[in-house]
């Protein structure tokens, strides 16, 4: 089975890649095709789920590797089977939606293309074994999501939301790199499954707050905590059947994933906890708070999915059995809700033109079957039964109420939330589906009689998913058991029901139902103190300092650049040269201490006589006025260096010293052939200058080949190369065996750049030779 899920994720991709080609043939039935792809993979899913022995830790196998001998593998266990039947399940229901929804838009083919590789590389990251195919997954993710929040590109919104959300979730990946570098070096190990099995945890490590900190915020920007949330609400200029999938089962909770996914290794820790506490707590509570001041549909709902988002991370941070359930619970009932009211309100927008909740009033008799799906989603949204969300936020007030140290803070800021989130619910439902006293008929364009069964499979499915999961939640206890296994390394029998009875959890809920009932009576005035509340905060307007840091950057970037990189070839060798010289200068003084031995050789006479010729041809190249003796003395100079090479036996060397000081003059004669004829020299301060600094420049290296020549080293790099030349490389000369098995690759790169700059130089003199003809 493991193989097989395996297989058909290869699948998938490959009809990412070829999905232009299919949109040729299939059209406007690209979307149903596609479809089959994920609702294979969810089918699997779910054959596996209900294999699963209850309340055992059970891994599917999977003999696939992607590179012989590497431990790069997918691993398919209880957390992962509830992510990928998420991403899987909603993504069919969002391609069929897509079929339809985006008919009319141009350049679908892209957007299959882009959705397609969105639903791959989620699912990779989901099911990787290895810490490195699990970050390049992440990046993927980052990347398709840019191509589909940009998908307006013609409008600037959509770019600059795209670029926006590039850039934020682009640093967290790039600081969940370096965490898994760290990881790796300090465990031994980048396999997922080797680390849960082993138990390791890096804890007790000297680099774990440096670790946790950049995997923190890895999670809190792909997962739009605060203060990086302000991404997500941006992220609306996407069309809405990617808005659905983005909230509902992808990008955003790959940072819980992660979080749900690295506890074993690096959870259970004060750091951990009140880290998560923090962050998680603000965003609950401010996505909620601020969704009631919006009047665009979607915005209210990407605010919620801040909120939920906030919700997720806290039961995370909570570090407990039943806080860890809760979130499980939790993002399945976010995700079944979520996805369905986005694609309720892409309907509702089709059929009227607008998101403006203002502005949208009696549709109920219009859209009767989105009214009621919308309904049951809003209840599960704001945990009434007999929805799912009803347990789920009974379980998240459980958890909260356990933790006697923390309870104090965390339930009111809960509490406040969800009383929110009710009022919201009703408010939406208010407000699109009941009549307006005084207000028009609404202009639609569409009835559902219309509406095609793909539009409205999706919220159809899921709010009945929603409803069947809290009357029978018994179905799911096993693989959320199986998770937990797998988060906290225990067995945890979990048993989840709509009823508990008359308790302190069903006191908080029913309060929660009537608070949220008076604001919404209220809300008014409640809108309105929102409502100055962000006009207050957009003078602090996150997106907007996000804009004027990274103008800004880019002004002081340019700044920079034309200061540093200004043309003069010569400034460029003087600053790099004083550079050099005044670290090597302070190394070699640090090395003063170092004990010498000097036991001068005799005096060779040819050495001395070879060492004052090329003295006297380098002077000869500073003050002679012809720039050929200048070339042909720098050539003696070149050729003495090899003949001091071929006296100390290094004949290998002083061939190629041979070799390429005769194609450096010829490239220096026919540059000089081609230069224009000019009788401007350097000056005598100027001279000076550059002999004090050449000067200095020699003085120093040859100080460091003295000093290089009394270092001991406990063992000698040589000595490596020596012992294992002839038995690994089968080559006598081990400057050969270096250059040509140990050094391979660098030797490759080499000759590669070696190849380009001669071709750059060779087309450049047959420019100046076309042009000349």
């Not at 209850?54 to 209880?78: K, Y």
């Not at 589909?148 to 590109?153: N, Q, S, T, Y």
């Not at 002004?555 to 460029?572: D, E, K, S, W």
């Amino acid at each position: 089975m493991g193989n097989t899920l395996t297989i058909l994720v290869g699948l998938l991709f490959a009809a990412s890649v070829v999905t232009p080609y299919l949109y040729s043939i299939l059209k406007k039935k690209t979307g149903l095709f596609l479809s089959l792809f994920p609702f294979l993979i969810f089918i699997t899913l779910v054959i596996e789920a209900m294999q699963m022995a209850p309340h055992e830790g059970h891994i599917l196998a999977t003999n696939i590797r992607f590179f012989p001998g590497m431990d790069v593998a997918f691993r398919i266990d209880g957390l992962t089977v509830i992510f990928g039947l998420l991403i899987s399940g909603i993504g069919t229901l969002v391609l069929l939606y897509s079929s339809v929804y985006m008919s009319d838009y141009e350049r679908q083919g892209h957007y299959y293309t882009y959705m397609m590789f969105f639903m791959v590389s989620m699912l990779g990251m989901v099911f990787s074994d290895n810490l490195i195919l699990m970050f390049m997954f992440w990046e993927l993710t980052s990347i398709a999501s840019f191509f589909l929040i940009g998908f307006d590109h013609h409008l600037e919104k959509s770019r600059q939301a795209a670029l926006q959300a590039l850039l934020i979730t682009g640093f967290g990946g790039l600081c969940l790199l370096f965490a898994v570098i760290l990881i790796g070096n300090i465990t031994g190990t980048y396999a997922i499954s080797e680390l849960l099995e082993q138990h390791m945890h890096v804890g007790n490590h000297s680099r774990y707050f440096l670790i946790l900190n950049l995997v923190i915020l890895a999670a809190i920007t792909k997962s739009a905590q605060f203060p990086f949330h302000f991404w997500l609400p941006g992220a609306m200029a996407a069309p809405t059947p990617v808005s659905a999938y983005l909230h509902s089962a992808t990008m955003v909770n790959a940072g819980i994933f992660l979080l749900m996914r690295m506890y074993p290794v690096m959870g259970g820790t004060v750091l951990w906890k009140y880290s998560l506490l923090l962050t998680g707590g603000i965003t609950m509570f401010l996505g909620a708070f601020f969704s009631m001041g919006q009047k665009d549909l979607k915005r209210i709902l990407a605010f919620t999915t801040i909120s939920a988002l906030g919700t997720m991370t806290l039961l995370v941070g909570l570090d407990s059995s039943a806080s860890l359930r809760a979130a499980l619970i939790f993002f399945i009932v976010h995700g079944l809700y979520k996805g369905g009211l986005f694609m309720s309100a892409g309907i509702i927008e089709k059929t009227t033109g607008t998101k403006d909740i203002d502005k949208l009033h009696g549709l109920f008799m219009v859209l009767p079957v989105t009214a009621v799906m919308t309904l049951l989603a809003l209840i599960s949204m704001a945990g009434l039964p007999p929805m799912l969300g009803f347990i789920g936020k009974e379980l998240i007030y459980e958890a909260k109420m356990q933790l006697a140290d923390v309870s104090w803070i965390v339930l009111p800021l809960s509490v406040g939330a969800n009383i929110m989130l009710v009022a919201v619910a009703i408010n939406i439902f208010r407000q699109v589906f009941l009549p307006k006293k005084g207000m028009p008929d609404l202009a639609v364009r569409y009835t559902e009689k219309n509406l095609s069964i793909a539009l409205l499979a999706g919220p159809v499915v899921l709010a009945l998913f929603g409803i069947f999961l809290g009357l029978f939640p018994k179905n799911i206890d096993i693989i959320v058991s199986n998770a937990l296994y797998f988060m906290g390394n225990i067995q945890y029998k979990t048993t989840l029901s709509l009823w508990h009875g008359y308790n302190d959890v069903l006191q908080v809920s029913i309060f929660t139902v009537i608070a949220g009932v008076l604001v919404f009576i209220f809300r008014k005035p409640v809108i309105r103190f929102i409502t100055i509340l962000i006009n207050w905060f957009n003078i602090y307007h996150l997106p907007t300092l996000f804009t004027k840091t990274i103008n800004n950057y880019l002004a002081g970037a340019a700044r920079t650049t034309n200061r540093i990189q200004h043309g003069y070839h010569r400034y460029y060798l003087i600053t790099f040269f004083l550079v050099a010289m005044t670290l090597v200068a302070i190394q070699l003084i640090r090395m003063m201490h170092v004990e010498t031995e000097v036991a001068p050789s005799p005096i060779k006479i040819h050495v001395l006589m070879l060492l004052i010729l090329s003295s006297l041809a380098i002077f000869f190249a500073v003050f002679t006025r012809s720039r050929l003796s200048a070339i042909i003395a720098l050539g003696v100079t070149g050729y003495g260096i090899g003949l001091l090479y071929l006296y100390y036996g290094a004949v290998d060397l002083a061939i190629t010293q041979f070799l390429s000081e005769t194609v450096l003059m010829a490239i220096f004669v026919l540059v000089i052939y081609y230069l224009p004829e000019f009788a401007i020299l350097s000056d005598r301060r100027t001279r000076i200058r550059d002999i004090i600094i050449s000067s200095g420049v020699g003085i120093l290296v040859t100080l460091v080949v003295l000093s290089a020549h009394f270092l001991q080293t406990d063992e000698p790099i040589s000595r490596f190369y020596a012992e294992n030349a002839y038995t690994l490389g089968h080559g006598r000369n081990i400057v050969n065996v270096i250059l040509v098995d140990f050094r391979a690759l660098d030797t490759l790169g080499e000759v590669t750049v070696l190849t380009l700059a001669a071709a750059g130089v060779y087309s450049l003199f047959r420019f100046q030779i076309k042009k000349k003809i």
